[in-house]
Nanobody
Framework: QLQLVESGGGLVQPGGSLRLSCAASGFSLDYYVIGWFRQAPGKEREGVSCISSVGDITINAHSVKGRFTIARDNAKNTVYLQMNSLKPEDTAVYFC?????????????????WGQGTQVTVSS
């Protein structure tokens, strides 16, 4: 069974950090672009970060540039999202998704597989 599982979410104070993980099972991430998306209540799902299949290209949304870093460890079949200097507006359910191919995309419907999501809440 092909599956993506996110972990690492939780409650953090403004200015704090979290590291999200996206682990794949049932398939290898080697040939997949991985994207992180988020969805806050009442808002549309938005692309946050993306990493190419070989890890040489990363793209971050303007709202998280300089604060979030995406990285992959293909040997562990896992992709990470390091989130620093978190703000209340970062509060959302975060999803990882896999798209077979090389190039990054912020378009959700281009992704083939999705995880179930992990809640991130930034609040004092």
């Amino acid at each position: 069974q092909l599956q993506l599982v996110e972990s690492g979410g939780g409650l953090v104070q403004p200015g704090g950090s979290l590291r999200l993980s996206c682990a794949a099972s049932g398939f290898s991430l080697d040939y997949y672009v991985i994207g992180w998306f988020r969805q806050a209540p009442g808002k549309e799902r938005e692309g946050v970060s993306c990493i190419s299949s070989v890890g040489d290209i990363t793209i971050n949304a303007h709202s998280v540039k300089g604060r979030f870093t995406i990285a992959r460890d293909n040997a562990k079949n896992t992709v990470y999202l390091q989130m620093n200097s978190l703000k209340p507006e970062d509060t959302a359910v975060y999803f990882c998704a896999a798209d077979y191919g090389y190039d990054c995309s912020a378009v959700a419907h281009e992704y083939d597989y999705w995880g179930q999501g992990t809640q991130v809440t930034v609040s004092s």
